[in-house]
């Protein structure tokens, strides 16, 4: 597999489909910086790693109802994550609803 000519195409496709690269790889749960090291040729993912980019780029750059995978898209990809469930659990657990201490 030629992995500059897969990266080509993947954003080809998202730029037709106006979907960012940063949302492929959020959807895939990678960092940008893997693929500026791979567009670059400094470095290679593994074959696992690569699947997961292509199962991403496959969801969000499918030709159904691509415009409104896009703004999924850019929203998935500016909106800041949440606490963690297990903070959230936490956080919530030692709320006293009576306004005294815990």
């Known amino acids: 597999m030629d992995i500059a000519a ?10 037709e489909r106006d979907v960012s690269i940063r949302a492929i790889l959020q959807r895939a749960g990678l960092a940008t910086s ?5 567009k670059r040729g ?10 997961e980019v292509s199962r ?3 969801d969000l750059l499918s030709g159904e109802n ?5 703004d999924t898209a ?3 990809a500016s909106a800041s994550p949440g606490p963690k469930p297990d903070k959230a659990r936490s956080l919530s657990g030692a709320q006293n609803l009576d306004g005294g201490g815990a």
Do not use: Y
Request: proline content about 3%; hydrophobic content about 35%.
């Open 42 to 51: 400094k470095s290679s993912p593994s074959f696992k790693t690569w699947g």
């Open 34 to 38: 893997n693929w500026a090291r791979w």
């Open 6 to 15: 897969e990266i080509v195409r993947i954003e080809q496709r998202a730029q």
């Open 56 to 58: 991403a780029a496959a």
């Open 66 to 70: 691509s415009q409104a995978s896009g």
């Open 74 to 76: 850019r929203r998935d």
